[in-house]
T-cell receptor
């Protein structure tokens, strides 16, 4: 079963604009991770935020986590055509340490 | 460093046939995962190995799917017999310790069952 639900399912923006995608989950987590998937490079880890962290930055990426609302957001600033991909949130929870992926947001960045 | 290797990249079989996928993780990564990704969905964990022991196989359809990781390095995932609904991309990933760390994914094997 999928723990995370990304919103929106699809997003189309112009190059240079910012892209924001959201993830909601159901159970308490140890950490939350964001991955990117495109046909060229497969599934790639972007950033990890722990349950006791509220915000994290990596280059043009900014991730926030609100454990009270069981939600996270990924902001990509100054988007580029190369950012076109599907973005997935994945939650690590429970004693079994299982990573559960959401349904993904398809981002298209147009020139 | 070399990434996670998988083969074959593509496979087309008829239903009721068998198929096997191979994965070679990043050197030194003790944990290995197999995921199934159906078109339009996120990856779903099938099985997780720590060295050559199974940590989690709760979502593996054991009546038709099997996996092994001999010697704690390479792994194979087998489907026998295949069903139409097994059409998906099968992803292998590895990580250093448990799943608290980031996972590194291979390119996947795209399986089509006709």
């Amino acid at each position: 079963s999928q723990q995370g639900e990304e919103d929106p399912q699809a997003l189309s923006i112009q190059e240079g604009e910012n892209a924001t995608m959201n993830c909601s989950y159901k159970t308490s987590i140890n950490n939350l991770q964001w991955y990117r998937q495109n046909s060229g490079r497969g599934l790639v880890h972007l950033i990890l935020i722990r349950s006791n962290e509220r915000e994290k930055h990596s280059g043009r990426l900014r991730v926030t986590l609100d454990t009270s609302k069981k939600s996270s957001s990924l902001l990509i600033t100054a988007s580029r055509a190369a950012d076109t991909a599907s973005y997935f949130c994945a939650t690590l929870s429970g004693g079994g340490n299982k990573l559960t992926f959401g349904t993904g947001t398809q981002l298209k960045v147009e020139l | 460093e070399a990434g996670v290797a998988q083969s074959p990249r593509y496979k087309i079989i008829e239903k009721r046939q068998s198929v096997a996928f191979w994965c070679n993780p990043i050197s030194g990564h003790a944990t290995l995962y197999w995921y199934q990704q159906i078109l339009g969905q996120g990856p779903k964990l099938l099985i997780q190995f720590q060295n050559n022991g199974v940590v989690d196989d709760s979502q593996l359809p054991k009546d038709r799917f099997s996996a092994e990781r001999l010697k704690g390095v390479d792994s194979t995932l087998k489907i026998q017999p295949a069903k139409l609904e097994d059409s998906a991309v099968y992803l292998c990933a590895s990580s250093l310790v448990g799943t608290g760390n980031e996972q590194y994914f291979g390119p996947g094997t795209r399986l089509t069952v006709t």
